[in-house]
């Protein structure tokens, strides 16, 4: 039903969206001439979700709402933005699930913590047990 | 009649494997030795009635026999043969079946073949077989009948996803099957150790050949299918980590911790209890992995058959299964000791760090993978992608491969450290004159990751010899050769995925004909872009001429495709291969002015990734000829042995 709702959204949106693109996307599939503008913004599309694909980002796909999303992104760093502006903006717009890079929201510190805990717990066991059987022998 | 065949073939297996399960338990718990005797023929039915079952799904798909239902559903008869082959596991059914016959051969192969272990254990393993596999035949059966009927009979099938219609995928999965499959062997081989408390050295020898089987099909499909996904879907990534990849992934890596610890119990008898686990953990991923591509429950690139009523039902057989083998390991645990002693400088310590850095990437995929469904029960939406898994997997992965570079340096029990650093100052100078290199004569600035993994697979490629060095060459022995081909694959993968990364040139255009670009010292120039038709797709097809220095190297011709049955438009990239990377060439859509756009990336040793995972495959297929020839020989050694003391 979320899901729904959410396609349904992502529907209403699509216009308002595209009008702020239109006439069509002129930066969809056109690189930047500064070679460092391209690269942040192409970093950046790697990292934004498109929402109308399964799994993709924007930067890894053929759908028109993705292409227009490069668009805009280009031509946003074009302008002189910074990347996690656009960023933020993208995630006011659409939300959380847009950016495939974790924000640091609190609902994401587990999965942050997550790596060190296990690399602490089992770095602690390993070394528990080694050292258990150098007493053991000696 | 042939779909009435097939069904009463597979209910004839599930009541053979019901009656495997009785006669092992009557065999083990009770010493009967009619069950004895009856349980080797009844597992070998069982194995040829599923296998008859899958060979006749195949054949209603190649008749295009529109009368059953997933034959219209998923195929068309205007379908190339190949296609309506492989159709018959491109779809949730097929490829349920094709899992239950996996396993039954599987089984009666372990029935026929297997010789290390005792008798008990291994008819106890073949009733843990038999456990495992009702389970699935209720699945199938109950849930998912690839039989059923369709009346009246569709006038032509619906046919099959266009981005499915690749050589590709007429072995790709069927790879990944065996090797989940195979994986549940080694869960069966743990279960039947554990019931007859025989966890030891010979278990551990006797699993190994599984294991390494099973993974060395898992290796090569991810690998497989890691360069479908490269250039079936067009732009350029080889890895998205995505939920279907990760769903194959961790299989793997908790294969590859078995197979190390296994190697650890059968050369040394130590880590049984660990080993054990491993074998149950293992298996566990290969259901969850099947859980998360059937069920659908996460949304994916590789979705293709999905459906959310039946993840349930494979959830329970999870719980089932997995939970069963856990309280079991916990009864028994106090009986299976920790095995041999170790000191912390020694090859059995740095398997452990091995063991210990696999299962903690293994953990953070599969975190990873299910917190997009966890905050999403919570009622919000984000999203796990690869910057999460790239920054926090990549560094751990990589200290993988330090300790690799370390590991088969070491003496087994006890090492002495002073050795240690005179052997590796080698291997670590190389590295730093990588890194020295790298960051001096390169024009652009390289991230740090890729800079250490470049440096890092220096140091590996060569360090992966050194079990070679100073030995005779023709009397090593062939696994040995398997572990030193396997490691210095993972010294090439890592050096492919490390250049890819740090050096890809990227050109995207509007182009006309006419029109060049310079990309990589090479020049690509749009001659044409002609209509183009294929057996059940239409096309645009672009002429790419690739010319390096004014000499012409090749002509390439991508396509933007357009399939009629369902209407879908794909892209169908063209790789030109070099020795030193790839030229990757995209056709995409029309302009209004007439233009086309063109997506031109380089790829320097890119190729790598893949070259390398086939030399860990191959490595692992030497390994187990040469473990399976060992074991012969010694089984042969022993028994004639046993004759001449009989004799005298």
Redesign the interface.
Same mark, same amino acid.
């Given at each position: 039903m %979320?899901r729904l709702l959410?396609f349904f959204a992502l529907f209403l949106a699509f216009p308002a969206f595209a009008q702020t693109a239109l006439p069509?996307a002129p930066y969809a599939?056109?690189?930047l001439d500064d070679p460092a503008m391209e690269a942040k913004a192409?970093a950046l599309m790697?990292?934004i979700?498109c929402l109308t694909?399964? %799994? =993709? *980002?924007i930067? &890894? %796909?053929?759908a028109s709402m993705a292409s227009d999303m490069r668009s805009e992104i280009r031509e946003r760093i074009a302008r002189g933005e910074e990347p996690e502006h656009i960023r933020a903006w993208l995630i006011e717009r659409y939300? &959380?699930?847009? *950016?495939? =890079?974790?924000t640091v929201?609190p609902?994401?510190w587990?999965?942050w913590a997550?790596?060190l805990l296990?690399?602490g717990a089992?770095?602690a066991?390993?070394y528990g #047990?080694? #050292?258990r059987? #150098?007493n053991?022998?000696s | 009649m042939i779909a009435e065949a097939g069904l009463a073939a597979l209910w004839l297996a599930a009541l053979l494997a019901g009656a495997q399960l009785l006669f092992a338990w009557a065999a083990v718990a009770k010493g009967n030795a009619d069950a004895l005797r009856l349980i080797r023929p009844v597992t070998v039915a069982q194995g040829v009635l599923t296998g008859l079952a899958m060979t006749l799904l195949i054949i209603l798909f190649l008749r295009s026999d529109m009368s059953v239902y997933l034959v219209a559903a998923n195929s068309h008869s205007m379908k190339p043969f190949i296609y309506k082959f492989a159709g018959a596991w491109g779809n949730h059914e097929g490829s349920m079946l094709l899992w239950v016959a996996v396993m039954s051969l599987a089984g009666a192969a372990v029935a026929l073949f297997e010789r290390g272990l005792d008798k008990r254990t291994h008819i106890a393993t073949l009733g843990a077989q038999a456990a495992i596999s009702l389970g699935f035949y209720a699945f199938l059966l109950l849930a998912s009948n690839p039989f059923a009927r369709l009346d009246p009979a569709a006038r032509d099938g619906q046919g099959l996803n266009p981005l499915l219609q690749d050589p590709g995928l007429a072995f790709h999965p069927p790879t990944l099957y065996i090797g989940y499959v195979g994986l549940s062997v080694a869960f069966s081989f743990a279960v039947g150790a554990l019931l007859t408390r025989q966890v030891n050295a010979r278990f551990a020898r006797a699993v190994r050949p599984w294991v390494l089987a099973a993974w060395i099909l898992l290796t090569f499909g991810i690998t497989a299918g890691s360069y479908w996904a490269y250039y079936e879907l067009g732009w350029g990534g080889w890895w998205f980590w995505d939920p279907v990849e990760n769903a194959s992934l961790m299989p793997w890596l908790a294969a590859t911790a078995l197979l190390h610890s296994a190697s650890v119990l059968a050369t040394r008898d130590a880590l049984r209890a660990w080993t054990i686990m491993l074998a149950v953990v293992a298996f566990a991923m290969s259901m969850i992995g099947t859980f998360l591509v059937r069920s659908g429950i996460l949304t994916s690139v590789h979705a293709f058959a999905v459906d959310p009523t039946r993840g349930s039902f494979i959830l329970i057989l999870l719980g089932i299964y997995i939970g069963g083998a856990l309280i079991l390991f916990a009864l028994r645990a106090h009986t299976v000791n920790e095995g041999a002693r170790f000191d912390p400088v020694s090859r059995e310590a740095m398997l452990v760090i091995n063991n210990l850095l696999l299962c903690v990437i293994l953990a953070l995929v599969l975190i990873g993978t299910l917190y997009p469904l966890l905050t999403e029960m919570m009622g919000v939406r984000v999203s796990v992608g690869p910057p999460y898994f790239n920054t926090i997997i990549g560094p751990i992965a990589l200290a993988l491969m330090v300790v690799l570079v370390i590991g088969p340096m070491l003496r087994w029990r006890k090492d002495d450290a002073k050795l240690l650093l005179r052997r590796a100052a080698v291997p670590g100078g190389l590295a730093l004159l990588a890194l020295i290199a790298i960051v001096g004569l390169s024009s652009r600035a390289v991230g740090l990751l890729p800079t250490l993994g470049l440096a890092v697979a220096a140091a590996l490629a060569l360090a992966s010899l050194a079990p070679l060095w100073k030995r005779n060459l023709l009397r090593t022995p062939l696994f040995t050769y398997g572990m030193v081909i396997a490691h210095f694959g993972c010294a090439v993968s890592l050096a492919g995925m490390a250049s890819e990364s740090a050096f890809s040139s990227e050109r995207l255009a509007a182009a006309k004909p006419g029109d060049t670009y310079e990309i990589a010292g090479m020049t690509v120039r749009l001659d044409s872009v002609m209509p183009f038709a294929g057996p059940n797709w239409t096309a645009m097809q672009a002429a790419l001429t690739v010319s390096k220095d004014g000499r012409v190297i090749g002509v390439a011709h991508p396509q933007a495709r357009f399939f009629s049955d369902p209407p879908t438009p794909t892209t169908e990239s063209v790789q030109m291969t070099r020795w030193n990377g790839q030229l990757y060439l995209v056709l995409g859509e029309a302009l209004e002015d007439g233009r086309w756009q063109l997506r031109i990336w380089w790829k320097p040793f890119v190729t790598f990734i893949w070259l390398g995972g086939g030399l860990i495959a191959l490595g692992g297929v030497l390994a187990l000829i040469g473990r399976v020839r060992r074991e012969r020989r010694n089984s042969k050694a022993q028994a004639s042995a046993a004759a001449a003391m009989v004799a005298a």
């Open positions: %979320s959410l069509p599939d056109r690189q192409t790697h990292t979700r694909c399964q %799994s =993709q *980002s930067a &890894d %796909s053929n939300g &959380d699930w847009i *950016s495939y =890079q974790p929201e609902i994401l587990p999965l997550a790596p296990l690399l089992g770095g066991l390993a #047990r080694i #050292r059987r #150098r053991a022998k | -």
